[in-house]
């Protein structure tokens, strides 16, 4: 949108200084400025450069608010700083610090009671700001004449609160963020503790404070909020009285509308509204007591299926997954075998082997194949290589019996080809192997049925066992002949 062309912009700016110090300024050369350029002003005694803060319409408004009339007292800008002028202001900048503290040492020689927090220079170096803040009247009369003799300047004292103390230093608050006095906040309001009681803050000073020891400025920034909000509050100056007793009020939401009291020896405290306050106070007044502080829901009618499940419903989708059975989860094949495999349809069980659910507790393997321990064994059989192995109990020639409960039967190897390699058909017409002959010191004797059995180890049924008698691993074959004895020894 383009400007009229009989439209003047106003000519007063806004110049900021150090510290946040503003002031108001003329344009009577008509500079092209811009928000934030350094510019070369006119004050008493001197010049000093300030960075312009506020153009335009603005302006005009701020003095308003400031109450600052534009008459002729109105001091003009030269011209826009140069890095001449710059450089000079950065000079006489670097000097405050040192001025600073040597001004505090003499303060202390002194013993005037006050406290000096900034020191501010010209930039033609022709006169110093001391600011301080007191709690009472200070006479520094002597104080500036040493001063002046010890900078060679002029110096003019400046006491400023200690909020403005703190704008000037800048730091931190407790939100977290740069003050409100260091940057944006002007003018400072005065804080009262009625704004903490009327947001229901602790009366805690440590917490209402902020770092320049006064009452933070924030707590008047939602006052107006919490007066508003107040206005639907009732005043409950002493407790409701009901049958069930006297209730105490507790706690107030004042955004909630919502108001917690609690009897006397019970430690719950019950949410009442805003209106059934209004209420109960009404019937007190007039001498009624109610029968409780809410009065009981009154059940709703049920929403029609129709629309809910039209509408959809959550609840529906809980009941859904609430509802659904569990999977239950299939037997792992364990100890007891596969039972679906023996009872499948069309699937037939293995040969001399009963089904799994048939069986009988398992034995242990010297008993569930008919035999002894393996020094009571008996002596072997010859073997016939023309039919298949079967295992024979010692002393007896019958074969074992596979179907016993519990048993697996032993997997039938074929027999071994002891024949001639060139012809195999003549494998199986092999005669039996013949008995080996008796060693020297060996007898034949028949198995002894009256050896005691191993603890523990009961006989299987059906076997006719008759373990041998023990007998070393190496046989008593006597001397050798021809052998001499040795010396006997008697150590």
């Given at each position: 949108?383009?400007?009229?062309?009989?439209?003047?912009?106003?000519?007063?700016?806004?110049?900021?200084?150090?510290?946040?110090?503003?002031?108001?300024?003329?344009?009577?050369?008509?500079?092209?400025?811009?928000?934030?350029?350094?510019?070369?002003?006119?004050?008493?005694?001197?010049?000093?450069?300030?960075?312009?803060?506020?153009?335009?319409?603005?302006?005009?408004?701020?003095?308003?608010?400031?109450?600052?009339?534009?008459?002729?007292?109105?001091?003009?800008?030269?011209?826009?700083?140069?890095?001449?002028?710059?450089?000079?202001?950065?000079?006489?900048?670097?000097?405050?610090?040192?001025?600073?503290?040597?001004?505090?040492?003499?303060?202390?020689?002194?013993?005037?009671?006050?406290?000096?927090?900034?020191?501010?220079?010209?930039?033609?170096?022709?006169?110093?700001?001391?600011?301080?803040?007191?709690?009472?009247?200070?006479?520094?009369r002597d104080l500036i004449k040493k001063l002046a003799e010890e900078f060679k300047v002029r110096i003019e004292m400046r006491q400023i609160s200690l909020r403005h103390e703190a704008g000037r230093l800048g730091g931190i608050g407790s939100c977290g963020r740069e003050l409100c006095c260091s940057t944006w906040?002007?003018?400072?309001?005065?804080?009262?503790?009625?704004?903490?009681?009327?947001?229901?803050?602790?009366?805690?000073?440590?917490?209402?404070?902020?770092?320049?020891?006064?009452?933070?400025?924030?707590?008047?920034?939602?006052?107006?909020?919490?007066?508003?909000?107040?206005?639907?509050?009732?005043?409950?100056?002493?407790?409701?009285?009901?049958?069930?007793?006297?209730?105490?009020?507790?706690?107030?939401?004042?955004?909630?509308?919502?108001?917690?009291?609690?009897?006397?020896?019970?430690?719950?405290?019950?949410?009442?509204?805003?209106?059934?306050?209004?209420?109960?106070?009404?019937?007190?007044?007039?001498?009624?007591?109610?029968?409780?502080?809410?009065?009981?829901?009154?059940?709703?009618?049920?929403?029609?299926?129709?629309?809910?499940?039209?509408?959809?419903?959550?609840?529906?989708?809980?009941?859904?997954?609430?509802?659904?059975?569990?999977?239950?989860?299939?037997?792992?094949?364990?100890?007891?075998?596969?039972?679906?495999?023996?009872?499948?349809?069309?699937?037939?069980?293995?040969?001399?082997?009963?089904?799994?659910?048939?069986?009988?507790?398992?034995?242990?393997?010297?008993?569930?194949?008919?035999?002894?321990?393996?020094?009571?064994?008996?002596?072997?059989?010859?073997?016939?290589?023309?039919?298949?192995?079967?295992?024979?109990?010692?002393?007896?020639?019958?074969?074992?019996?596979?179907?016993?409960?519990?048993?697996?039967?032993?997997?039938?190897?074929?027999?071994?080809?002891?024949?001639?390699?060139?012809?195999?058909?003549?494998?199986?017409?092999?005669?039996?192997?013949?008995?080996?002959?008796?060693?020297?010191?060996?007898?034949?004797?028949?198995?002894?049925?009256?050896?005691?059995?191993?603890?523990?180890?009961?006989?299987?049924?059906?076997?006719?066992?008759?373990?041998?008698?023990?007998?070393?691993?190496?046989?008593?074959?006597?001397?050798?002949?021809?052998?001499?004895?040795?010396?006997?020894?008697?150590?």
């Amino acid at each position: 949108m383009e400007i009229p062309t009989a439209f003047e912009e106003f000519d007063i700016v806004e110049i900021r200084f150090k510290g946040g110090r503003k002031d108001f300024f003329r344009n009577i050369n008509r500079l092209d400025l811009t928000t934030g350029d350094p510019v070369v002003v006119d004050v008493p005694n001197g010049h000093h450069i300030g960075t312009v803060s506020l153009k335009g319409e603005l302006v005009r408004l701020q003095m308003l608010k400031k109450k600052v009339d534009n008459n002729e007292e109105i001091r003009t800008i030269y011209r826009i700083a140069n890095e001449r002028d710059l450089e000079k202001l950065r000079e006489v900048q670097e000097q405050e610090a040192a001025t600073m503290y040597r001004s505090r040492e003499i303060i202390q020689q002194t013993g005037l009671r006050m406290k000096l927090s900034d020191v501010e220079y010209q930039a033609d170096r022709s006169k110093a700001t001391f600011y301080y803040s007191a709690d009472d009247r200070v006479d520094f009369r002597d104080l500036i004449k040493k001063l002046a003799e010890e900078f060679k300047v002029r110096i003019e004292m400046r006491q400023i609160s200690l909020r403005h103390e703190a704008g000037r230093l800048g730091g931190i608050g407790s939100c977290g963020r740069e003050l409100c006095c260091s940057t944006w906040l002007t003018d400072f309001k005065s804080v009262s503790t009625t704004a903490a009681r009327y947001q229901n803050l602790s009366l805690n000073p440590s917490k209402l404070s902020g770092q320049c020891g006064r009452l933070k400025c924030c707590l008047n920034y939602e006052l107006e909020t919490y007066m508003e909000a107040l206005k639907d509050i009732p005043t409950v100056s002493r407790p409701l009285q009901t049958k069930q007793g006297d209730a105490m009020l507790q706690k107030t939401d004042i955004f909630k509308k919502m108001m917690w009291f609690g009897y006397r020896g019970d430690n719950n405290w019950y949410p009442v509204p805003v209106e059934r306050v209004q209420e109960i106070l009404k019937m007190n007044s007039q001498g009624l007591v109610p029968d409780m502080l809410v009065e009981e829901p009154v059940n709703e009618p049920k929403q029609n299926e129709f629309v809910a499940q039209v509408e959809g419903s959550l609840e529906r989708l809980d009941d859904k997954f609430k509802n659904k059975k569990k999977k239950k989860k299939k037997k792992k094949p364990g100890a007891e075998g596969t039972e679906s495999r023996q009872n499948a349809p069309g699937r037939e069980p293995r040969e001399g082997r009963e089904p799994k659910d048939q069986r009988g507790p398992r034995e242990p393997r010297e008993h569930r194949e008919g035999r002894g321990p393996r020094e009571n064994r008996g002596s072997r059989e010859p073997r016939n290589d023309a039919q298949p192995q079967q295992r024979t109990t010692s002393g007896t020639g019958e074969a074992q019996q596979p179907a016993e409960q519990g048993q697996r039967p032993k997997k039938q190897r074929p027999p071994r080809n002891r024949g001639n390699r060139e012809g195999r058909e003549n494998r199986d017409a092999r005669p039996p192997r013949e008995e080996r002959p008796a060693r020297e010191g060996e007898t034949n004797r028949p198995p002894r049925a009256d050896v005691a059995k191993p603890s523990g180890q009961p006989q299987a049924e059906g076997s006719s066992q008759q373990p041998r008698r023990q007998k070393s691993r190496r046989p008593n074959r006597g001397p050798k002949p021809n052998q001499p004895k040795p010396p006997r020894t008697d150590a």
